[in-house]
């Protein structure tokens, strides 16, 4: 049984430009998770999917982006990038809507803006 | 605002000893609170999951205790090994089902 899987691992893009990060949760799940983590801080909760929808959102500006496919995989995209976005870009996934279920984790991207 | 805080920061200690790690938060009204662990530059391994209406959760040489009225939650290593290095991260969600992450503890065990 495959866990969450994130591509690509690593990244390194420039400033104004933009990036997608793509994630697969694991079988059974259908409610994805994205979460920026910067050196030395606790993961910070970008946004959620279920069921194709957006459904909660924490505190990122609209730059974020993201997608849920039928299969409930999922897309983060970011725009305009800045040298702060630079960080581990982190997907998790639940089951059964998520809410109080447990969280499991993929290996992360690393960003890096120049 | 949920706001989470881990004591210690960081860790360091000889191999066999017990440990105790410190979680707290400031809202009590939680659904659940799960241990991770995180090795450097890595994504998370979830270690333990407590329910709001559970005291504790128990896997192998890991325990981590809830007590919601104090806003507390330990995570104790039993005889620890090198293979125990790593950062451990809490999280808390609440009733908007966004969890809130402490900044870790960084442990190291030296053999």
């Known amino acids: 049984d495959a866990g969450v899987t994130q591509s690509p691992t690593h990244l390194i893009k420039t400033r104004g430009q933009q990036v997608t990060l793509r994630c697969s949760p694991k079988?059974?799940?259908?409610?994805v998770s994205w979460y920026q983590q910067a050196l030395g801080q606790g993961p910070q909760f970008i946004f959620q999917?279920?069921?194709?929808?957006?459904?909660q959102r924490g505190n990122f500006p609209d730059r974020f982006s993201g997608h849920q496919f039928p299969n409930y995989s999922s897309e983060l995209n970011v725009n305009a990038l800045l040298l702060g976005d630079s960080a581990l870009y982190l997907c998790?996934?639940?089951?059964?809507?998520?809410?109080?279920?447990?969280?499991?984790f993929g290996p992360g991207t690393r960003l890096t803006v120049l | 605002k949920q706001e989470v805080t881990q004591i210690p920061a960081a860790l360091s200690v000889p191999e066999g000893e017990n440990l105790v790690l410190n979680c707290s938060f400031t809202?009590?009204?939680?659904?659940?609170l799960q241990w991770f662990r995180q090795d450097p530059g890595k994504g998370l391994t979830s270690l333990l999951l407590?329910?709001?209406?559970?005291r504790e959760q128990t896997s192998g040489r890991l325990n981590a205790s809830l007590d919601k009225s104090s806003g507390r939650s330990t995570l104790y290593i039993a005889a620890s090994q090198p293979g125990d290095s790593a950062t451990y991260l809490c999280?808390?969600?609440?009733?908007?089902?966004?969890?809130?992450f402490g900044r870790g503890t960084s442990l190291i065990v030296h053999p």
């Open positions: 407590i329910q709001s209406s559970q």
């Open positions: 999280a808390v969600t609440g009733g908007s089902y966004i969890p809130t």
């Open positions: 999917y279920y069921e194709e929808e957006e459904r």
């Open positions: 998790a996934s639940s089951p059964m809507g998520g809410g109080e279920n447990e969280q499991f």
């Open positions: 079988s059974g799940h259908d409610t």
């Open positions: 809202d009590s009204a939680i659904y659940n």
